[in-house]
């Protein structure tokens, strides 16, 4: 084991867009020693995949939000997969070394956690450790709840989501075909992406909205008009969902990814389609479901063993310093599925208890 | 009785403002003898108040909206407070001369209407006709359900209304108030109208959305922010009281009023907050919930004979000719509650059954 922990620590606010530099850029490299001695309530863990999520760019601003943002000077926010590498007196009923964990890390490469930090993996039959971070984790689960709870698709309606090809995107597409959707529309930001939702999960139409005709395709491919849609980009995209919303349609508002960086963001423009279809949209945030988590991975967890729901990861090589990078990526969309970055691969890890 | 039924005909589509010239403006004046004989299943009626109302210029657009639009040639279609004159064979059980009713007249000084568009009125003990068309009629009972149904005030909340001095908004302030609501806020466009909901209301604050500082003031009314809001306005002020959701926020979307004669309409920059506060927004009809007319009439018969909702009529003279010119008054916000037009005095009326 190296004797030290490097970490990436947010330095310079975004102005908007994130500036992916180690040198004066949003984050900086900093190089702490790893701990020696392991605290009796915490457990030393060694991250293998950290998680990017579209959220993070709004923890960097100092809003009103539903969480804090980070402050300037700490370590980044995020979540990851990591292995126990030591446990602390008053933990050792609880983990013991190998044990794979869902850590409330941060970015760096190694991290002291307290119990409730450090949420150990059991893995379903069918399923593997890194599901806990796609669709038995944050991104699965939010798909899970803007259907079941606030979007609600019934049988033989027609359902819409953006930003389909993304880690809950394409969660929620199948879950809607699931609930009995009869149209499955999802939106995408490339070919290869749209060719992913239609051959291997089944969507009835995919469109690629940098095609200069992507309204056109959009307006083919709802012929009944949009029943639920369900929102990951907002901006231009909402704007169009809205336009073509059926009467009691129902907008799950579940992210806004187009409009993150903008310094001046843009409402739907078509908003009076709320009142003449009697629209619904609600955001909603997963973090206030807590309570249901464990019924949700449970429906979850049979879809995916059934192959109702498949899972899809990118993961980015190269290690912690690839974070900063790989988020402002992740707002150019260039993945399909969950995307992680390997901070260390799985052929690193210690007496495995877990299959990865 | 006079041989000639003057009609006001919808001629030019508006581009995009209302024009109120008789002379080749959006309206134009049409003489029809009045009908000598009453087919069986008709009634003949004299109209004597025209209902203004916002939703009337989406009429004459055609979209796709809640109702078809008025198409050019028709007469301008509306509601009005009209008296029986004559009744058919089929309708004499129904009817009889002198009966006032709501009337979907349109836009003209006589009409043969079938039963279905001439509601009779049956007043309340301490309630007068025109209530029909105001507290008691569709401003009403577009107030009850946006509250009742849709934003659900509870005791201790904050609820902001725009457009608090029009028909609608002021009953639905008052409303709010009755359901235990903490702080009644109104946005209204002039310091009388300010000073109206203020003092013979009750509101707890009147903003004047027309101040340089509204949106200051607005932030010092909702010291703990806003959970209702019920918005007749749209566009910056929707914008503004987003910006102010609190958590768990409900938007009764009624109206947009600010919105309907722009030629490019403004989506709500400040959306981020639907999610951040999982705000819910949501666009509603009155004329979904008529099969619960009934109840909600009793509701609100009850609070107006009880005075805890109060009315309040702003009657414009000059008969038919002053339709156009009122309407356009009425986007500029010049009444203080229900906009009628009077097209024939009361004193002309026949045969009076019941107190006008």
Redesign the interface.
């Known amino acids: 084991m190296p004797a030290a922990n490097r970490q990436l620590i947010y330095a310079n606010t975004p102005s908007p867009a994130i500036d992916p530099s180690l040198d004066n850029g949003t984050f900086k490299l900093n190089t702490t020693p790893i701990p020696d001695n392991v605290p009796d309530d915490k457990v030393l863990v060694r991250v293998h995949y950290l998680s990017l999520d579209p959220a993070m760019r709004?923890w960097l601003t100092a809003?009103?939000?539903?969480i804090a943002p980070v402050e300037r000077g700490q370590i980044m926010r995020g979540q990851s997969i990591a292995q126990v590498l030591r446990v602390g007196a008053g933990l050792q009923s609880k983990y013991q070394a190998g044990d794979w964990v869902v850590a409330y890390s941060g970015w760096q490469e190694y991290a002291l956690l307290g119990a409730k930090e450090a949420q150990k993996v059991t893995v379903p039959a069918g399923c593997q450790p890194t599901d806990a971070m796609s669709v038995l984790g944050i991104t699965g689960l939010t798909a899970y709840f803007g259907m079941m709870d606030v979007a609600k698709p019934k049988a033989g309606e027609t359902v819409v989501i953006s930003g389909a090809a993304g880690a809950t995107g394409m969660v929620a597409g199948q879950i809607a075909r699931v609930q009995g959707a009869k149209r499955v529309v999802g939106l995408a930001g490339s070919a290869d992406k749209c060719e992913f939702l239609r051959r291997e999960l089944g969507f009835d139409a995919a469109i690629n909205y940098k095609d200069a005709d992507w309204k056109k395709q959009l307006k083919e491919a709802t012929p009944e008009y949009i029943d639920v849609f369900f929102d990951n980009v907002?901006g231009e995209i909402?704007?169009a969902c809205l336009a073509r919303a059926a009467k009691d349609a129902r907008f799950a508002?579940?992210?806004?990814i187009s409009?993150y960086n903008a310094a001046?963001?843009?409402?739907?423009?078509?908003?009076?389609?709320?009142?003449?279809?009697?629209?619904?949209?609600?955001?909603?945030?997963v973090l206030?479901y807590t309570k249901q988590y464990p019924a949700a991975l449970k429906d979850l967890a049979t879809w995916l063993t059934q192959g109702k729901i498949k899972r899809k990861e990118h993961i980015v090589p190269g290690g912690l310093e690839s974070a900063p990078k790989s988020l402002v990526d992740l707002y150019e969309g260039i993945n399909t599925g969950k995307m992680m970055v390997e901070v260390a691969p799985v052929s690193e890890a210690i007496a495995v208890k877990a299959k990865l």
């Open positions: 709004q809003k009103r939000s539903y907002g909402l704007d508002i579940c992210g806004a409009q001046k963001p843009q409402g739907p423009a078509s908003f009076m389609t709320v009142i003449s279809q009697r629209v619904m949209m609600k955001g909603f945030i206030d």
